[in-house]
């Protein structure tokens, strides 16, 4: 299996669940792992009744697991913070005011939140992921997730042009200063392309490590809308070149005993029926295979119950 | 002051008149010319970097927000020939001497 393993699907569906114990499970098999969660709503935390932070900490009373969560708006914020102390070195007290008025809209606008939480992300693979075999990543609900997935190439793409933008100014620059000139611009030692090449060094980074070392599993629940929702994010998946790998089945309802007749057991009975219908569909009509099948719990999913459905992924370690 | 002398100074405010007029006539306006494009390609670039300075949200904003501290005086160079700027001609003209 790859050193990267995502965990998508629609929101509500258990994915926390299904990382959580898919990383146990690991961990249990001998291989180090760090599971990393991306859920501001931060239910990791939840699952193994312990707090973490955007620091790796192991998971008490397992061995070979280290758990992370990674605040989006934390990590917006030390974004800003880095910025703001670069500014102050560079930028004469007068312009401060008035760049910092332009970063704090940037900062503001739509795609902020995902591109922090893309950051976060690489910088988890690239810097965090060094000790360990094996990253789970549970990540936001599918429509945010495959946008995320999706940057790399969109972004390199911006970035190409702004960079092409920026040498054909100062090319300019340097033509207008002819003779003893000093010319406005140098194109050699330039700030702006240097840190213009970072960001797509980074983005290329990001982009070849999806594609070549990273598992993509979608949970989704028994039910018509979650799976609609999971045929449209594998055609989005497609589109972007990534494969999915398997799907999980979570949350399925019981099948009553046959001696039991009351209305409970007829009401069950109908829902496991609807649902193995789900399930055909799913087998049927989609390209990557059911992995696992996992019954709902009465209880929250903790302790030995993370074992038991730990157990009842069919996915390689 | 010889015939000689006198031919070598005027010699030499010719050649400076010359060179004056050259400059003036051809040169300046041409290093005006390449940059004020340079300038126009700059904006480009600025506007791209920032198009949510007039409310278009970027998707990039955020990262290029980190070429903030590099572009003080792109930045406001900027800004101040956008506020100069009254239209696309009024500037392309200007680099014309009539």
Redo the contacts between chains.
Sequence with gaps: MEPFVFFGGKGGVGKTTVSCAYAYRCATAGVRTLVVSTDPAHSVSDVFDQSFDDEPRSVEGVDGLDAMEIDPEDEMQR?LDE?RE??S????AG?VS??NR??E???G????Y???LFDAFVDVMREESEPYDRVVFDTAPTGSTLRLLGLPE??GD??D??LY??K??????E????GD?EP?RLLEGD??IE??RR?KEFFEYAGETMRTEAAFFLVFNPDQLSVNETARAIEGFTERDLSVRGLVANKLTPTPDDDETGRGARYLRERVATERDRLEQVREGFEPPLVAEIESRTSEVRGDVLTDVADALDVDV | MTLADRIETFRATLTEWLRGLYHGMITHPAYEKIEKEAEDAEDEFMLACFPDAFGIPSPVSYYTAELLPYLEDEFEAWERRLWDRESLIERKGQQYHF
């Design positions: 974004h910025i670069s500014l070195e560079q930028v004469s312009m008035e760049i332009q970063l809209m940037s900062h606008t739509p795609g902020a995902e591109s922090a969109f972004l911006w970035i042009r702004l933008k920026r054909q100014s100062i090319d300019l620059f033509k207008a200063a002819i000139m406005r700030p702006v840190r213009l960001r």
